[in-house]
């Protein structure tokens, strides 16, 4: 209950926005994830009890964006205060949604929610207050792309909520950042919703800071013949948990998702993923990538639910592992629940190190350990990293990424 | 188009072996508690320790919850309205076959198991277990002559108690699930399998289960110890009557590996199912784990469960010594109502250690089949490789096919791969067969065995034929 009380003490009941109230309520009956769950079972509890021991924090702190380059076609989005759009232009709108909109939303989605499974929204959104909230709906083709940032402060937790519904024929390249800072803990919650026709490129970029959290969940509903791309990077994080709910609710879309966590020294990253084909014709094509060095954990849980309704579903998912120390430790955990018969569902996982024959192959060539070392994880990030929208035109994140190896 | 009433009547045919023996037995009364147990020991004559053992079991089982992890749905199990105990009426001793009921050998008889003396030709010894107790071991003297004891577990706590007090319970210990304690607690009889250092056992062994009473449950022990260098292939079988009751079955299995040693354990599981309804049929809540203690050992298990109302079932390895061996190979095939929930454990403890999973699924009618495994490396298991293939057939829209691997790594310098697929029957292959003039059952039964044969493959001849005719049979029916 500490949680709960937490979160009353840090606001004035009058403060608190419908939301917040009923989120809280949920909370009250569950105020901790039941960590003998599936889903939260190998959670590390420490480190989630560090994760809710920041005060919350409402006020958005300074914000120095660590990126360069910032391109004068790109749209960029802070979440947090002043965080205002309404750009109306030949071919597209960008439209902030008015607050009844949100609630209206959010409550529909709260209506569905699996107290376990969505824990962390709930919790993310009894924390949230209006102006931590951006919502969006955009329409429209040739859209520049956009940029939307979180982020957290030292020695507080941060809760931030996005929701984008793309109306029909819409085509955008977007692109979230989550940033922790020293000491933080940064709960984000994203809600997509697809129209159909539509298509979202979407990239995840979570990168922190000497013992930063996130409670990263992302929920997309993709009506039929819409398209989803995710490409998502995780790392540096004390603790990170990263959760994709997707469902095609009419089926015939397609979904591709290139995911990619990378943890050190004692991290715990983790990626959990349920993909729900409600209808004929869905198509997914998942990986899941995990480097885990020193004394870290790496998690991967995906579960593709094909019920009967979803015929000539295609849908292939596989969890790579890279293991490069003795004290790591990976989980990986596909799963496939199918009742319809027309369907071709597969799922594979490999867990192992760097491929000794082919580094010895690139040192009879002259090429030193570290260097061929290095080429293979190039490769290995690579299939994720350009399928990172925005960010590979203009961010070095395989440099990045390969430096710190 | 495939007519799919036609492909269900393939699957259907009725359970052959349902019949019950009309004979006088002796049971014991229901419900379960210390006294029950203190009366099952003093039956079996059996020494301190084991009652000690069956009592500390029972004390722990009362402290277990039963577990829900599986979402097998079933209705609440009365543990105190099944008899523990049930044995055939029969003379005190028995010398020789000649003197064991008819009525039993011709139970046997029926179910094709070859108990008399002119039918055993075969070349396979066989136990067999008719509700709690052994009838009959055939070809003991052949065996003893190679220094191979197989014999009911009863005989064997009577006459090797050593081997007994030393390895029982060691493999699967007794608090190690709520179903294990409570065969820790209850068990009757069941096999035990010795084979001295350096001996390759002359022939296949064999036990078959059989329940006859419908309101008792069957609870045996198997246990099989493999020497250094000597090796083993040992086949189980099982059957029951057709009751519009549930029948409790919870075994234990416990398979021992030294330096050298292989052992293989197949499985040709056909307890009666319950009706298209879904009414009767056997629980089968079995554990079954081999210790590859040895250096080089080699456990193999191999499994057709084509029967019971619900499976819940891991065969597991524990791969201990160095370059030890652990094999799983799996077909499971649910019809009708039927659960099964499947797959095994593979944990890797010593360096150097391999293991191979290939698990088929046929899952009809409206059944639910899921493959549940672990795959574990420990910090030493240096050099070690896994490898699993999990592939499920779906045979008409009710039906549900599922895949929950559990995968888990601490050591580097090892290889995990897994990967599983989901396909039905389908159609061209279908139309092609029958354009070549073969007829549609045919057909079906053609491609369920192809589907299944990589594990048909490891199972012993007389085993691999019986399991491709009780597929054929069991799918009767249901392909749509």
């Known amino acids: ?405 | 188009m495939v007519n799919e009433n036609l492909v269900k009547d393939v699957v259907k045919e009725p359970y052959k072996y349902g019949f019950v023996t009309d004979i006088e037995t002796e049971k014991i009364a229901k419900g379960l508690n210390e006294d029950i147990i203190k009366l099952i020991s003093q039956k079996k004559e059996e020494p301190k320790y084991l009652l000690d053992f069956r009592l500390k079991a029972f004390k722990k089982w009362q402290k277990m919850k039963e577990p829900d992890w599986a979402g097998l749905g079933y209705k609440q199990i009365d543990y105190q309205d099944i008899i523990y105990y049930s044995a055939p009426k029969q003379k005190e001793k028995i010398s020789s076959l000649d003197e064991v009921d008819p009525k039993l050998l011709e139970t046997f008889d029926k179910l094709g198991i070859p108990l008399t003396e002119q039918k055993k030709l075969t070349n396979v010894a066989v136990d067999a277990v008719f509700d709690s107790v052994s009838i009959a071991t055939t070809f003991r003297e052949e065996l003893a002559e190679h220094g191979v004891i197989f014999c009911s577990i009863s005989e064997a706590v009577k006459n090797h108690s050593d081997l007994i007090e030393k390895y029982l319970g060691t493999v699967v210990p007794a608090s190690d699930n709520y179903f294990a304690a409570l065969n820790s607690a209850v068990f009757s009889d069941g096999s035990f399998v010795y084979i001295p250092k350096g001996v390759t056992c002359p022939m296949d062994l064999s036990s078959y289960f059989r329940i006859n009473s419908g309101d008792s449950g069957q609870f045996e022990r198997t246990l099989i110890i493999a020497e250094e260098s000597s090796s083993v292939s040992y086949l189980e079988g099982c059957t029951a009557p057709m009751f519009d009751t549930n029948t409790l079955h919870a075994a234990v299995v416990e398979l021992i590996a030294l330096d050298d040693a292989s052992i293989k354990y197949s499985t040709v599981q056909n307890w009666y199912a319950g009706d298209e309804e879904g009414i009767g049929g056997i629980f089968n809540f079995v554990t079954k784990r081999g210790k590859c203690l040895g250096k080089r050992s080699k456990i193999s298990w191999s499994q057709v469960e084509t029967g019971s109302a619900i499976t819940w079932k891991y065969p597991s390895c524990l791969l201990l010594g160095e370059e030890s061996v652990g094999e799983f190979y799996s077909v499971a095939l649910t019809n009708n109502l039927q659960q099964a929930d499947t797959g095994t454990k593979m944990i890797h403890i010593g360096p150097k250690t391999k293991s191979t999973i290939v698990s088929k699924g046929i899952s009809a009618g409206n059944s639910i089949n899921s493959y549940r495994g672990l795959v574990k490396m420990g910090t030493k298991a240096k050099g070690s490789r896994n490898y699993s293939q999990c592939d499920s057939m779906l045979i008409g829209d009710q039906a549900s096919a599922n895949t929950f691997p559990y995968i888990k790594s601490q050591q580097p310098n090892s290889e995990i791969e897994h990967e599983a697929s989901t396909c039905r029957i389908s159609e061209d292959q279908l139309f092609y067969l029958q354009s070549r003039g073969i007829e549609f059952e045919e057909a079906v039964s053609m491609m369920v065995s192809g589907f299944c044969r990589d594990v048909f493959n490891q199972l012993p001849m007389e085993f691999a034929a019986e399991a491709d005719k009780l597929l054929a049979l069991k799918l009767e029916g249901s392909v749509g």
């Open chain 1, 1 to 405: 209950m500490k949680i709960i009380e937490k979160i009353k003490t840090n606001k004035s009941i009058d403060n608190q926005t419908e939301i917040q109230k009923i989120c809280l309520d949920k909370l009250q009956s569950t105020p901790l994830p039941n960590l003998k769950s599936e889903q939260w079972r190998l959670s590390n509890k420490s480190k989630l009890s560090d994760f809710l021991d920041y005060s919350v924090n409402e006020k958005d702190p300074k914000f120095d964006t660590p990126f360069p380059k910032t391109s004068q076609s790109t749209i960029r989005l802070v979440i947090g205060e002043n965080c205002q759009i309404n750009l109306i232009k030949e071919n597209f709108a960008i439209k902030q949604l008015s607050e009844d909109q949100l609630v209206k939303y959010i409550k529909e989605q709260i209506s569905c929610f699996d107290q376990n499974e969505n824990w962390s929204d709930l919790l993310n959104l009894s924390l949230n207050c209006a102006k931590n909230t951006l919502g969006l709906k955009i329409s429209g083709s040739e859209i520049p792309p956009i940029e939307i940032f979180s982020h957290a402060s030292s020695n507080t937790l941060n809760a931030k909520t996005l929701v984008i519904c793309l109306e029909k024929d819409c085509d955008i390249d977007l692109l979230q950042v989550n940033l922790g800072k020293d000491n933080s803990s940064l709960s984000q919650s994203t809600f997509f919703f697809l129209e159909e026709n539509s298509s979202l490129n979407h990239g995840v970029v979570s990168y922190g800071e000497n013992k930063s959290n996130l409670l990263n969940s992302l929920n997309v509903i993709q009506q039929k013949n819409s398209e989803y791309n995710l490409g998502s990077l995780h790392y540096k994080f004390s603790y990170a948990r990263f959760e994709i709910r997707i469902k095609q609710s009419e089926g015939n879309a397609k979904t591709n998702i290139k995911g990619m966590q990378i943890s050190k020294k004692d991290e715990q990253i983790s990626t959990y993923t349920k993909i729900d084909f409600n209808g004929p014709n869905g198509f997914l094509d998942q990986i899941n990538k995990s480097l885990a060095d020193d004394k870290s954990h790496a998690i991967f849980e995906g579960s593709i639910i094909v019920p009967k309704i979803a015929q000539k579903t295609n849908a292939s998912q596989l969890s790579r592992n890279l293991l490069l120390s003795n004290l790591t430790q990976i989980d990986t955990k596909p799963q496939l629940e199918i009742i319809a018969d027309d369907v071709k569902c597969k799922h594979g996982a490999t867990i192992s190190q760097l491929n000794e024959e082919e580094l010895f192959y690139m040192r009879t060539r002259g090429i030193t350990l570290t260097e061929a070392s290095k080429l293979q994880l190039s490769s290995y990030f690579q299939e994720i990293i350009s399928f990172i929208p925005v960010s590979k035109d203009r961010w070095d994140l395989l440099d990045i990424l390969l430096n710190e190896n």
